[in-house]
């Protein structure tokens, strides 16, 4: 009822964007219109030298011109797309938990896959908006390269909305697009996409978008140089979006799971991707083996085997090692509902395979062998995931360590060596998938050697898991985890790699306290890693070995060269932004031993890893020498003769090897100098500029004679870093110019 003079008004709607919770608290003060307008504008611009261009380049070599034209687009979008994103805020929780407003988050009526919508549906709106009006310029050259409006569709997301290492995989895709194996190389990397949270540095690297931008603009551009035949621009791109679309659905089930524990309908979210996963491994395992001549029930078989080992890999992904600040410990009974779960819906994708297509299902033992596994990876992996959370929450290096041994039995499957016989098939049956493989009507035309009995098929694996179990109850109880001598005088099993001794003889020598510290500074375990990957590549077929080494030198090269200049970069710009060089340099350090200390850590880095590469190449080597000096064939040669066939051919390798290094000593100095030369500004870390040269020091070390050139500029780098270290010294509060 109205009462007189007043006037009732009805309660104002609120707007659709009220309804997220943190557009009022992060993005109300964002100029969405000037974003709009600013990215809008670029797009205009690019869209008008493509109208220009578009004839004119139609003609250059029948059409590859319009190569050249894609590359420059993708090079504006990714700059355009930058400028947006760095002024959006981050929609990270990382950052919350560092400054204490997380627990205020957690108190909100909000589930943890809620929360997560909330924060990032707003900056998904803005970037969508602003990426929007580039679709019709992909689609124009698209268009007049003859792709299909789906291939655009996906170079279009994957450029605007991917994470930055899906874009480094894309760029991998564009660059290696004529070798064969290059979709399962990149379906690798996807899967190792997941595992990244996000820890709030995801926005750190889109100052780098002119990095990603060239990374992946040459190759496309570089098909002007190539034969027509091999003009062929995107590699299949839509096995690389429909993956990365499955990856980012599982990562915001692992990113959810950080946050607080599932509740709700969002309880069973992780069924969605899950199937996915596994459907789209099962068909792309199909057009793999159609396309190596596999058909029948042995194609059949393999795509039951690619759903299964899906169902293994989310089995170990779906794995809540930490929920936010803290160490996750589930009950043994939600193991086991959830890896209970995951087989059953495996069981069902496979099921339902086959009675939709009605396709031929080969010997009754390989599926009675994939019931068996099935059990036993539902059983014994509950208890699994149960040990790896309980040895994560008291020794994490631990746990990590005893995965990667886990691992290492899939690896032996793809070794073909007369010197180990029919060792290899014996060792892959310990991996619950290749037990499988072993098992199939497959196995025959995949690999040459038989395979071993089926009751070490349907044993191998249960072993292998009590092994584990083993190890994780053993390493809690000792602590492995923590510097004590029972962790200490376990790296002896290192030896072979000869990195151990170099290690103690460079903590012996050095007497620059930088160097000492810098030296002692934990890296990730890339030493042992690559060693043992070398010495198993040279064990390997010997048919594809050498063109397969002389690849992998290539991009190790780069690796080295990038992470040393990045380690180091990173570190110098540490001790300028924390103010550890100003006060160093008041307690009475000297430039040298600033500049040497830096640059002379870094080598010891870097040299550790190339010894153990070299060392595992070498050991590789040596056991195939010794197999065939055992054989007959060598018994009528003097010693002498052995020798020599031995010593010179080994102390070739370390020589060209010894040169190869001196294509990669130069990052580190140069990492010194830049960032010497940036002080106090947001310039990026690695710039397109470090990537070309990269790239030119590894290509110019294959070339083993000349990559010692480059340490021309080693003098260069230390003088410009010495009169700027020294003018720091003199007057330590002002910046060096």
């Known amino acids: 009822m109205a009462v007189s003079g007043v006037r009732v008004s009805e309660p104002a709607r609120d707007a659709w964007h009220d309804v997220l919770m943190f557009w009022g608290v992060m993005y109300r003060r964002v100029e969405v219109l000037a974003l709009l307008r600013g990215s ?52 990270s929780f990382a950052a919350d938990l560092r400054t204490g407003n997380f627990e205020q988050l957690r108190l909100t009526p909000h589930s943890a896959h809620t929360l997560l919508l909330q924060r990032g549906v707003p900056d998904l709106m803005v970037r969508a908006l602003a990426m929007s009006i580039w679709l019709p310029l992909y689609a124009l050259v698209a268009r007049a390269l003859g792709l299909t409006l789906l291939d655009t569709l996906v170079l279009w997301l994957l450029l605007a909305f991917a994470n930055y290492f899906v874009l480094g995989l894309v760029a991998f895709t564009l660059l290696a697009s004529a070798w064969e194996g290059v979709l399962i190389v990149a379906g690798l990397g996807l899967l190792l996409y997941p595992l990244m949270l996000d820890n709030g540095r995801m926005r750190a690297t889109t100052a780098n978008a002119g990095l990603f931008g060239v990374m992946i603009a040459l190759p ?56 996915g996963l596994m459907a789209f491994v099962g068909a792309f395992v199909h057009q793999q083996a159609e396309f190596d001549g596999i058909v029948g029930a042995a194609q059949t078989q393999l795509k039951a085997i690619g759903v299964f080992a899906a169902a293994g890999y989310l089995n170990l992904v779906l794995l809540t090692l930490r929920r936010h600040a803290e160490p996750a410990v589930q009950p043994l009974r939600a193991h086991l509902v959830e890896t209970g779960l995951l087989r059953l819906l495996s069981v069902g994708v496979i099921g339902g395979g086959l009675s939709w297509w ?160 810098v030296m002692t500074e934990r890296q990730p375990p890339f030493a042992p890693l690559l060693g043992v990957s070398a010495a198993i590549l040279t064990l390997y077929n010997p048919s594809a070995r050498q063109a397969l080494f002389f690849g992998l030198l290539v991009l190790l090269g780069v690796f080295l060269w990038l992470w040393g200049y990045y380690t180091t970069a990173k570190r110098v710009r540490r001790w300028i932004a924390s103010g550890e060089l100003t006060s160093a340099i008041l307690a009475g350090l000297t430039p040298q031993q600033f500049y040497w200390g830096w640059v002379h850590g870094a080598w010891y880095h870097q040299m550790r890893i190339l010894i153990a590469v070299i060392s595992g190449a070498l050991l590789g080597w040596l ?56 002080w106090h500004t947001t310039a990026p870390t690695l710039t397109p500029r470090t990537a070309l040269m990269a790239l030119f020091a590894s290509l110019l070390g294959c070339c083993a004679p000349l990559a010692p050139l480059l340490l021309v500029a080693l003098p260069v780098y230390t003088t410009q870093s010495m009169v700027m270290l020294s003018k720091l010294a003199r007057a330590p509060m002002e910046p060096p110019r």
Request: glycine fraction near 8%.
């Open 40 to 91: 809008w504008l670029l797009a205009v611009g690019a869209g008008v030298a493509t109208a220009l261009l578009l004839p004119l380049l139609a003609t250059v070599r029948a059409g590859a011109g319009l190569y050249l034209l894609l590359s420059g687009l993708v090079l504006v979008h990714l700059g355009a797309r930058s400028w947006v994103e760095r002024r959006l805020p981050d929609p």
């Open 220 to 275: 496309i551009a570089a098909r002007l140089l190539m034969p027509p035949s091999w003009q062929t621009v995107l590699p299949d791109l839509r096995v690389v979006g429909v993956m990365w679309l499955l990856a980012e659905l599982l990562r915001v089930e692992r990113i959810a799971r950080w946050i607080g524990t599932p509740s709700g309908i969002w309880r069973g979210y992780y069924l969605l991707p899950s199937a």
């Open 358 to 517: 009605s396709l031929p299902k080969g010997s009754a033992l390989f599926w009675g062998v994939l019931a068996w596994l099935t059990a036993v990876e539902w059983l014994v992996g509950a208890w699994i995931r149960r040990a790896l959370q309980q040895a994560h929450s008291r020794a994490p290096r631990l746990a990590y360590g005893v995965l990667l041994v886990g691992l290492l039995p899939a690896l032996a499957y793809w070794v073909h060596s007369p010197v180990l016989s029919s060792l290899p098939t014996v060792l892959s049956a310990f991996s619950p998938t290749f037990a499988l493989v072993l098992a199939s009507d497959a196995h025959a035309r995949i690999h040459t050697l038989t395979a071993p009995l089926l009751v070490m098929i349907l044993g191998a694996p249960i072993v292998r898991y009590g092994a584990l179990l083993a190890l994780l109850r053993l390493g809690v109880a000792l602590q492995w985890a923590t510097e004590r001598p029972s962790w200490r005088s376990l790296r002896w099993l290192a030896l072979p790699l000869l990195y151990p001794l170099f290690d103690w003889y460079a903590h012996r020598q050095a007497r620059n306290p930088l160097s000492q510290l």
């Open 623 to 678: 056991i195939e020498v010794g197999y065939a000096l055992s054989s007959h064939s060598w018994g009528r040669y003097p010693p002498g003769v052995i020798a020599f066939f031995v010593v010179i051919p080994g102390g070739m390798f370390l020589i060209l090897m010894a040169l190869w290094a001196c294509a990669w000593l130069i990052a580190a100095p140069a990492a010194v100098r830049d960032q010497l030369q940036q």
